[in-house]
């Protein structure tokens, strides 16, 4: 079996996760086939395994930059609180109680 060479490895980490798997596809399907010299069987087993092995790390890299999106997003909204800073709250009066007669005493001139 032969090692990969230079021009593979370039070619696998210059490929998309897209094209990656359908090259990973192809290959499933010509192994599958069975049709194939070991020889050649093995070589496209080793290429299979790295088009799989690239799928995941795209994956793996999408994944975090996601997560990454979300923290900072999080991190944007959070609110700051800011212990010598009372403004930021406000004083609302006391519930109203309908009940008291006071609310409909009429004291405006008009």
């Known amino acids: 079996m ?3 060479n230079q021009s593979w490895n370039e070619e696998l ?3 998309s996760f ?3 798997y359908r090259r990973l596809e192809e290959t499933v ?3 599958e086939r069975g049709e194939l010299a070991l020889t050649e069987a093995e070589s496209l087993y080793r290429q299979g395994m790295e088009l799989a092995n690239r799928c995941q790390q795209l994956l793996t890299e999408a994944e975090l930059r996601i997560t990454q999106i979300g923290e900072n ?3 944007a909204v959070a609110p700051v609180a800011d212990a010598d800073d009372d403004d930021d709250e406000w004083d609302l009066p006391p ?3 309908p009940d008291d007669p006071s609310l409909f005493e009429d004291d ?3």
């Open 29 to 31: 399907d010509k192994l």
């Open 95 to 97: 519930p109203v109680d």
């Open 13 to 15: 980490d210059g490929l």
């Open 108 to 110: 405006a001139p008009f």
């Open 2 to 4: 032969t090692e990969p």
């Open 18 to 20: 897209e094209d990656a």
């Open 73 to 75: 997003r999080r991190a």
